[in-house]
C-alpha cells in the first residue's frame, strides 16, 4: 500500500531557532499534501494544503510566514517552523493521496516537536 | 458548532462486547466518510471508508445516515487491540482536505 515517511519523528529545539520537517511519498506521487498540528488529548488540525509547483493553501488563523511550506516534487513536501516558541510544541503529521487512486489518506509517521 | 463532532468517551468495553458510537457532521455538502483508528502518540490509519449503504469489514460495522447527518462504527466481539481512539472523517470529495472529529476514546479491559 501506499506509504509516506516523515523525518525527523521528534526533535528538541531552542526557542528562536527553525526546524524542518519532511514528508515523502515513497512509491506514489502526491500533488497535494496535508499537514495536520495535534495538541495532546485533542484531534488533528488542519494546518495547510500543501501543492506541487504552487502555494500552499493555509487555513485560517495559521500564520503562513511561521509555517512555511515547500512542495518542490511529487514526492517530497517540506514544513518549517521558524522562530520556533514553546507554544509551537505539538504532533505534526502530514498526509498524501495517491494521485493514482485508491481510497483514504496515508499519513506520516508524525513528529513530535518540542521547544525548549 | 463543530464541523464533526463526537462522544469524546472513553468507553469501557468489556473484552468479547459490542461497542457502538456515532459522528455528526454539520456540513451537508459532506460527500466522503471515513473511521480511522489513532493509538497514543501514533499517526492515525484508515480503519475502513463508510459507504451510502453501510459497509462491513470483519468485526466492524459503519453505517452512514444522511438525512440526519451521522456515521455510526460499531465493533462486535471487542478485542484488547482495538483500544483506541477512533477518529470519525468527513471530506466534501475525494481529494479534498479532510476534517476530523474529536476522537471518541475506547477501552477495551479484560
Known amino acids: 500500500g501506499a506509504v509516506v515517511s516523515q523525518h525527523p519523528s521528534r526533535v528538541i529545539c531552542k526557542s528562536g531557532t527553525s526546524v524542518k520537517i519532511e514528508c515523502r511519498s515513497l512509491d506514489f506521487q502526491a500533488t497535494t499534501m496535508f499537514w495536520y498540528r495535534q495538541f495532546p488529548k485533542k484531534s488533528l488540525m488542519l494546518m495547510a494544503t500543501?501543492?506541487?509547483?504552487?502555494?500552499?493553501?493555509?487555513e485560517q488563523g495559521v500564520e503562513k510566514d511561521k509555517f512555511l511550506i515547500n512542495h518542490a516534487s511529487l514526492t517530497l513536501s517540506t514544513l518549517t517552523v521558524t522562530s520556533a516558541h514553546p507554544e509551537d510544541s505539538s504532533f505534526y503529521i502530514c498526509?498524501?493521496?495517491?494521485?493514482?487512486?485508491?481510497?483514504?489518506?496515508?499519513f506520516g509517521s508524525g513528529t513530535r516537536l518540542t521547544v525548549v | 458548532r463543530k464541523e464533526v463532532e463526537q462522544d469524546p468517551g472513553p468507553f469501557n468495553v468489556p473484552e468479547g462486547a459490542t461497542v457502538a458510537f456515532n459522528c455528526t457532521y454539520s456540513n451537508s455538502a459532506s460527500q466522503s466518510f471515513f473511521w480511522y483508528r489513532q493509538d497514543c502518540r501514533k499517526e492515525p490509519k484508515l480503519l475502513m471508508s463508510?459507504?451510502?449503504s453501510g459497509n462491513e469489514d470483519g468485526r466492524f460495522t459503519a453505517q452512514l445516515n444522511r438525512a440526519s447527518q451521522y456515521i455510526s462504527l460499531l465493533i462486535r466481539d471487542s478485542k484488547l487491540s482495538d483500544s483506541a481512539t477512533y477518529l470519525c472523517v468527513v471530506s466534501k470529495a475525494a481529494g479534498n482536505k479532510l476534517t476530523f472529529g474529536g476522537g471518541t476514546r475506547v477501552l477495551v479491559k479484560p
Open positions: 463508510v459507504y451510502s
Open positions: 498526509s498524501a493521496r495517491d494521485s493514482g487512486g485508491g481510497n483514504g489518506y496515508t
Open positions: 500543501s501543492n506541487e509547483g504552487s502555494k500552499a493553501t493555509y
